[in-house]
């Protein structure tokens, strides 16, 4: 795989490119769509385009990097399609910029989430709005700056964003933790 | 003053502008509670880092990559299509008989018998095989509207030219005699014959029809009937009276009794042996006259036959393959026929189609007008007489279409406005684009799903606009049907452009256009081309939507 990223990967590499990153793409699609049987889809098309394109693999970039990138671009261009509002990401003229804090604390309510099913369930029930920023910031580790270019949305909305997505998060695991003790 | 948690939250992401994380930072120094948040921010996404890649995640098994179908050449593509155009060409030729005369429009009448015949076939499948699903009510209102609306198509035609109506006539009976089991397997069976003596006051309307495979259930008339006749059946006898009109479908019909009004009757075999006070209006493959017709006889079908005791008070109309006249007709014959033989007397004959003979007996009281191709096809026996004026017309070879500019002015038209339509389209709605129809397989699935869209969708608007809130639906799909058969030549335009150019654009979208277009008016093969562009077009709308509604959204090239 390092050999992979170091080289400009020829076709042939291209068998080991698809079984190395397979699972990475699909996982992704799979955050970013919210389905599994589309997510399937969405992956087989990305190394459908990922086959055609190798030749413009940049491999001063993480072959990942670049993987996920593409796979990104083609999800948010999926639900932009299937969604009638097109600009999906953008903030409604109610929603300030520095948001006020909810009082739910972080951490802990992620900590306290056992395993990492809780959070991805949390995580899914997110609207797209919310969940795809979240998804490229902790699944493809982006900064703000490169998940505005992904989103076409201003660097400052995308920090409201994961503001925003952290919170309904945070909020979510709560909630579901009152109801399991409650119980 | 602390920062607020958003701020903080950017902070802990390391996203704050220089001048701001750098007080943030030196408040962090002085203040534990926001210091605290800030670490426990930190964690938090460390934590989410790792729930989101948690490996275990996916243990899906990953599936065998499987390459993009190879998107067929242009070549190919037009290779297939022609080779389609052909094969289809030569098995219609074979199929009726007679060859497909070059340039004809998609939208021309004999295209159209191939349609009705496809359509009634295909109907009287469903008809028959669909009584699970669908309930003997609406099956009977189904059989009913159909046969209304080729009766009441054809009664139309009919007051218009007798030209016209013969050429519709001989479409329908072509299309009657394509499907021997249109006739009517109605699972409507109490309803039946009407025994001698007994006397309707009112119209009847009457279906008869075993159950299914137990076609031979008649129905036989013989008593009176003040009003009209509406009848349905396997094989309809009217040996009774009918004072009023009588509208008769089924497989084979007899008229041996008196009717008072018009006949309509479309079928496979119509014989009339009865009189008839008004007009017959008669489709079928074989209709026979013997009886008494008061008006005029319009007949349309695979040969039409007026024996020799036949008395017709009117004039004959009759547009088949053969036309045997046999009779002494009162008024003036209308002919368009591949062969008529008149062995009785007429006052005027007028004859356009392919041969036409007088025999010995044949009195001719008026003019005699011949519309042919060669002089020879016109046989006048010695011994028959015509009173007036004997006209030979020989159809002059039509100028060729091509050598006019007025065809080049209408095809470049055709072009601008499929492609400005096709613009519009793609424009509102980029997912029709057949961008996900490239290889050679998806055409072929394409070419059947197309073939099969076109035959059902008439038969469903027909079946749901039995009922009364079906009737708008019904409208609404066949406004559909015909915008995809527009839309389907624009489809393949698309797919052609985009080949051709290696990307989707409108300039591509006009080359498509302007090749299809050309295509299409190709001598000799191009309307049937046009005909295997139009199943394909609409195979590939029907295959786009059906993905864009299951499988996800179609594609764009990236």
């Given at each position: 795989m390092v050999a992979v990223e170091t080289l400009k990967p020829s076709e042939q590499d291209f068998e080991d490119i698809y079984k190395t990153q397979y699972r990475r793409v699909f996982s992704l699609c799979r955050y970013l769509l919210n389905s599994t049987e589309r997510a399937e889809d969405a992956a087989h098309e990305v190394f459908l385009r990922v086959h055609t394109k190798l030749d413009s693999y940049n491999p001063a970039l993480p072959l990942s990097t670049w993987l996920l990138k593409i796979a990104s671009n083609y999800c948010i261009d999926v639900l932009r399609r299937r969604g009638t509002e097109q600009r999906i990401f953008n903030l409604d003229p109610g929603e300030a910029f520095d948001p006020p804090s909810t009082g739910v604390s972080p951490l802990a309510e992620v900590l306290a989430a056992e395993r990492g099913k809780d959070v991805r369930a949390a995580l899914n029930a997110l609207s797209e709005k919310y969940r795809v920023p979240l998804v490229l910031a902790y699944y493809n580790e982006l900064d703000y700056e490169q998940i505005g270019e992904i989103l076409g949305v201003e660097r400052t909305q995308v920090a409201v964003l994961i503001f925003r997505g952290k919170q309904q998060l945070r909020q979510r695991l709560h909630d579901e933790r009152m109801r399991m003790q409650g119980r | 003053m602390c920062p607020t948690e958003f701020k903080c939250s950017v902070f802990a992401d390391g996203e704050l502008p220089e001048a701001e994380a750098r007080e943030v930072a030196m408040h962090l120094e002085t203040c534990a509670v926001c210091s605290a948040l800030v670490e426990s921010l930190q964690s938090e996404s460390r934590m989410l880092v790792q729930c989101l890649q948690d490996?275990?995640?996916?243990?899906?098994a990953v599936p065998a990559f499987q390459s993009a179908p190879e998107p067929i050449s242009l070549l190919r593509f037009a290779l297939g299509v022609i080779g389609a155009a052909v094969a289809f060409r030569l098995s219609t030729g074979i199929l009726f008989g007679f060859e497909l005369p070059?340039?004809?429009?998609?939208?021309?009448p004999r295209e159209w018998v191939l349609n009705v015949g496809i359509a009634i076939n295909a109907a009287s499948y469903a008809i028959q095989n669909g009584s699970v699903a669908v309930s003997d009510a609406i099956q009977t209102i189904a059989v009913v509207s159909l046969g209304g609306l080729l009766l009441a198509g054809m009664a139309r035609a009919l007051k218009r030219t007798a030209s016209f109506g013969a050429v519709l006539s001989v479409m329908m009976a072509i299309g009657l005699f394509s499907s021997p089991g249109y006739a009517i397997d109605v699972r409507k069976g109490a309803a039946s014959s009407l025994p001698a003596g007994e006397v309707v006051d009112d119209t009847l309307v009457v279906n008869a029809g075993g159950k299914s495979g137990e076609l031979n259930k008649d129905l036989n008339i013989a008593g009176t009937v003040k009003g009209d006749l509406i009848a349905i059946g396997d094989i309809v006898t009217v040996s009774g009276t009918v004072e009023g009109n009588v509208l008769a479908v089924g497989r084979r019909i007899e008229i041996t009794g008196n009717v008072g009004g018009t006949v309509i009757v479309a079928a496979q075999n119509v014989t009339i042996s009865g009189k008839v006070a008004g007009s017959v209006i008669a489709g079928a493959s074989i209709v026979t006259l013997s009886g008494e017709v008061a008006r005029n006889f319009i007949a349309g079908g695979g040969n039409v036959e007026l024996r020799k005791a036949a008395l017709v008070g009117g004039n004959v109309a009759a547009g088949a393959g053969e036309v045997v006249i046999d009779n002494d007709i009162q008024k003036d014959v209308f002919a368009g026929a591949g062969m008529l033989s008149l062995r009785g007397s007429a006052r005027n004959v007028t004859f356009g189609g392919g041969q036409v003979s007088l025999m010995p007996t044949a009195r001719v009281g008026g003019d005699f007008t011949a519309h042919v191709q060669k002089e020879t096809n016109v046989r006048v026996d010695p011994a028959a007489t015509i009173s007036g004026m004997k006209l030979i017309k020989l159809n002059p070879k039509a100028p060729s279409k091509y050598a006019r500019a007025s065809y080049y002015f209408w095809q470049i038209v055709r072009v601008i406005t499929a492609f400005i339509t096709g613009l519009i389209v793609f424009r509102l709605a980029p997912w029709l684009a057949p961008t996900r129809i490239s290889s050679g397989l998806d055409w072929l699935k394409a070419g059947g799903l197309g073939f099969v869209a076109l035959v059902s969708i008439p038969i469903a608007a027909i079946i749901v606009a039995c009922t009364v809130v079906g009737i708008p639906l019904a409208l609404a799909s066949v406004v559909l049907w015909l915008a995809g058969i527009y839309m389907a030549k624009i489809m393949v335009a698309e797919f052609v452009g985009r080949t051709l150019f290696k990307k989707s654009t409108a300039m591509s979208l006009l080359a498509g256009v302007a090749l299809v277009v050309i295509a299409v008016n190709l001598p000799v093969v191009g309307s049937v081309i046009s005909f295997v562009l139009c199943l394909l077009g609409v195979g590939a709308i029907v295959m786009t939507a059906y993905r864009m509604t299951s499988r996800g959204p179609a594609l764009v090239d990236a």
């Open positions: - | 490996v275990d995640f996916a243990e899906e070059p340039g004809l429009e998609w939208l021309n």
